[in-house]
C-alpha cells in the first residue's frame, strides 16, 4: 500500500527544524529513521499533511562523553550504538539492549531518538531510558528544557514532548562502583516485537548488600514502565535476594498488561515475571564480579 499524499520537507539545522513545526503545528510529524513511521503511514494507520525528516542535521547525530553521562544525539544510528566500544563500556545496558531490536537492517536505520519519541511500549530504548533515569532534551521557539524519562512516556505512543518540541538527546547517566546491567525479553521470533521484556541495573557494596537498584519492564503495559515494588524490596538487602520473588513483586503492581492474539494478560504477567528474574540474576552477577 502506499501512504496519502504529504509534504515533505527537509531542514538542515535545528533552527530552521523547530521553525517548520511551529509553522506546520499539529498536522507536522518529524521522520527521522522511519522504521516505525513509514509502515505506518504506508498501512494507513496514521497520516500527516506534512512530514519534517531530520535526517539531514547533522548536530543531531552523533555520540557525546561527559565525565558523568553520555549523551546521545537523536539521530544517531541504533547501529552506530552497537558497534561503540566507548559507550558500551560507559553505558552497558544501552549497548546490550540494542542488538535486540529487530534485525540488522532496522538498525542501520533506525534511531535511537526515533524509539525514544515514538514510545512503543513494546521497544527497548524506552525501557532503557526509564531504568537507568535518562533525560530527553527537547528544543522549540519557546527555548529548551530536559525531560526526565519518569515524566517523558505518557501513553501508548504519546510522549510530555509539545506538537512543536523537536527531541534532540537523550542524556544517559553513568552508574559507578560495583554494578551490573542486563535485558531479557521473550519474542516469538527473532526480531519481534517482544511479547515482554526486562531491563536490570543494580549496584552493589563490598559486602553485596544492594544500595542501588532499578528494573524496567516492557510488553506489559500502555508504557514501558519501573517495577517500583521490586525495587524497594530488594534495596538494602543481600544480593542473593530471590530472583523469582521479584519477579513475582515486579508484574504484582500491573493494571493494564495488554491481552492480544499474541498472548493473553496472565501469560504476559507470567513471561515478564520469568523475564525479570532472569535480568536480575545477569546484573547481580555482573556486580558481583566488578
Known amino acids: 500500500m502506499k ?3 504529504f509534504e ?3 531542514p538542515e539545522s535545528v533552527d530552521e527544524a523547530v521553525t517548520l513545526l511551529t ?3 499539529d498536522g507536522a510529524k518529524v521522520l527521522a529513521g522511519g522504521q516505525s513511521l513509514v509502515p505506518m503511514l504506508s498501512l494507513r494507520l496514521t497520516y500527516f499533511d506534512h512530514l519534517v525528516d531530520i535526517g539531514n542535521i547533522p548536530d543531531l547525530c552523533g555520540i557525546r562523553n561527559e565525565p ?3 549523551v546521545v544525539g537523536a539521530t544517531t544510528l541504533d547501529a552506530a550504538v552497537e558497534h561503540d566500544a566507548e559507550l558500551a563500556a ?3 545496558l544501552i549497548a546490550r539492549a540494542t542488538p535486540l531490536i529487530g534485525h540488522f537492517q532496522i538498525r542501520n536505520r533506525g534511531t535511537v531518538g526515533g524509539s525514544i519519541a515514538h514510545a512503543d511500549p513494546a521497544a527497548e530504548y524506552p525501557a532503557v531510558a526509564l531504568t537507568l533515569d ?3 532534551e527537547a528544543v522549540s521557539q519557546r527555548g529548551s528544557r530536559r525531560i526526565p524519562a519518569a515524566d517523558f512516556f505518557e501513553g501508548f505512543w504519546t510522549t510530555a514532548l509539545a506538537p512543536d518540541e523537536l527531541l534532540i538527546a537523550v542524556r544517559f547517566p553513568i552508574w559507578t562502583g560495583r554494578c551490573g546491567f542486563a535485558i531479557s525479553e521473550f519474542a516469538r521470533r527473532f526480531g519481534d516485537f517482544a511479547i515482554a521484556g526486562a531491563a536490570a541495573a543494580v549496584q552493589i557494596d563490598d559486602d553485596d548488600r544492594i544500595t542501588r537498584a532499578a528494573i524496567g519492564l516492557l510488553g506489559l503495559g500502555s508504557t514501558a514502565m519501573r517495577a517500583t515494588e521490586a525495587e524497594r524490596a530488594a534495596l538494602g538487602r543481600q544480593a542473593d535476594i530471590s ?4 519477579g513475582a513483586l515486579a508484574v504484582s503492581e500491573l493494571t493494564d498488561v495488554p491481552s492480544d492474539v499474541h498472548g493473553s494478560a496472565q501469560y504476559r504477567r507470567r513471561v515478564g515475571a520469568a523475564m525479570v ?11 558481583r564480579n566488578a
Open 3 to 5: 501512504p496519502s499524499a
Open 8 to 10: 515533505y520537507h527537509a
Open 90 to 92: 560507559r553505558v552497558p
Open 68 to 70: 558523568d553521562l553520555v
Open 277 to 287: 528474574s532472569r535480568a536480575w540474576v545477569a546484573a547481580v552477577e555482573e556486580a
Open 23 to 25: 509553522e506546520l503545528g
Open 134 to 136: 535518562a533525560e530527553m
Open 243 to 246: 530472583p523469582d520473588e521479584l
